[in-house]
Structures are given as structure tokens and as C-alpha cells.
Nanobody, 122 residues
Framework: QVQLIESGGGLVQAGGSLRLSCAAS????????MGWFRQAPGKEREFVAA????????RYADSVKGRFTISGDNAKNTVHLQMNSLKPEDTAVYYCAAGVTPTAAAGLYPYWGQGTQVTVSS
């Protein structure tokens, strides 16, 4: 049984930093990809960042390039999202996902965590 558990969310002021973590269990994901998505109230879920551990391939949404960094620890089946220079518009529930390729399409990820809340105040 595959399980993804996010952690590290919280309340920060604009300009601050936060580090999210996603621990995966039930399968070794070294051959696959891990991604981060977010969903704000009243909006659809959107892509944030993804990584494929086997090739260190990463991709980011334009809105977070230069501010967010995704990284993975293959031995621990854990992916991290370092978020710097946070803005109020970054406020959302952040979800971890696992799939075959580091795609920006949420529908192509078969496994999802339950999310962690990130709130950025003005």
C-alpha cells in the first residue's frame, strides 16, 4: 500500500521561508517521479514542481522559479520543497504526488498525499 505524508506547512510572513517534506512508503520510488501541487480556495489544483530521482531532472512552474527548490533523498524515499521569498499568493494546501514522469499534469500522478496547509501573511 502506497502512502505519501506531507509535513512542514505552517504560517509565515511574506518574504519568509518554509520547507515542506513528503515521505513515501509502501514502494521504492527511485525509478519514478515525485511532484508538488497546490490548491487555493476557489481555484483548481496547480503544478508547482517535480523531480525524477534517477536523472535528477527537475521542472518548476513559472510562478515559483527562482524561489522554490525541489530535492529528493532516494534512500529515504523523501522529497522536499524549499520555499523562499514567500508571497501571500503562495497560500494554499500543498500536495505531494508520485508518478512515472515529472509531468505538470496532475491527472497523470496515481498517488497523492492528503496535503499540508501553507499560509503566507502580508
Amino acid at each position: 500500500q502506497v502512502q505519501l505524508i506531507e509535513s512542514g506547512g505552517g504560517l509565515v510572513q511574506a518574504g519568509g521561508s518554509l520547507r515542506l517534506s513528503c515521505a513515501a512508503s509502501g514502494r521504492t520510488f527511485s525509478r519514478y517521479a515525485m511532484g508538488w501541487f497546490r490548491q487555493a480556495p476557489g481555484k483548481e489544483r496547480e503544478f508547482v514542481a517535480a523531480i525524477k530521482w534517477s536523472s535528477d531532472t527537475t521542472r518548476y512552474a513559472d510562478s515559483v522559479k527562482g524561489r522554490f527548490t525541489i530535492s529528493g533523498d532516494n534512500a529515504k524515499n523523501t522529497v522536499h520543497l524549499q520555499m523562499n521569498s514567500l508571497k501571500p499568493e503562495d497560500t494554499a494546501v500543498y500536495y505531494c504526488a508520485a508518478g512515472v514522469t515529472p509531468t505538470a499534469a496532475a491527472g497523470l500522478y496515481p498517488y497523492w498525499g492528503q496535503g499540508t496547509q501553507v499560509t503566507v501573511s502580508s
